[in-house]
């Protein structure tokens, strides 16, 4: 399996399928970065509970996704990966889901660090209103229908858009930490 075909069965919503094919490229050592990180959230989404519940995932395979997940992040932690858009992941999901401190000037350090990477430009956004050019360009990614990482991506900035917009909070008056 190529990369292709798991963002393609990504797309489809074959979520266990695409699963597969990220970890076929991450055992033959392809793609690493955008498989990882594809991968990571795909299991961050499945083994969230509205997800997997509305999707009708296997409970096996929501369980497997978990239990992968948390191996997922320990491997983002290497240092080759602290700064990439894996360690991204790793970071932000260690803060939705686990509830640990990821704040914003180490959000910021991300895009310091790898200006190429505008991923973390969405916690940026929907924390404090910054970034928001690079926050709108990810509502609607390339190639088609999106990946789970595209989806959920676009559902934080198009929420936090919304927030900003009903509420009258300005961008440009960050939120406190």
């Known amino acids: 399996m190529t990369l292709f075909d798991a963002i393609e069965l990504d797309r489809a919503g074959d979520l266990p399928a695409a699963a597969s094919a990220y970890e076929a490229c991450l055992i033959e050592g392809r793609d690493l970065p955008q498989a990882m990180a594809n991968l990571m959230a795909l299991y961050f989404q499945s083994t969230d509970y509205g997800v997997w519940s509305g999707s009708g995932l296997d409970l096996a395979f929501v369980r497997h996704a978990g239990e992968r997940l948390g191996q997922l992040i320990q491997d983002a932690e290497q240092d080759e990966l602290r700064w990439s858009e894996v360690g991204f992941w790793a970071r932000y999901i260690k803060w939705a889901d686990w ?79």
């Open 99 to 177: 509830g640990e401190v990821f704040s914003i000037e180490e959000c910021r350090e991300f895009m310091r660090r790898d200006p190429a990477n505008i991923e973390p430009a969405f916690h940026l956004y929907a924390l404090t209103g910054e970034r928001e050019a690079d926050a709108v360009s990810l509502l609607h990614p390339k190639g088609g229908l999106p990946t789970v990482r595209a989806s959920y991506v676009s559902a934080v900035v198009q929420s936090a858009m919304d927030v900003r917009k009903g509420r009258g909070v300005r961008p440009d008056v960050p939120v406190k930490e």
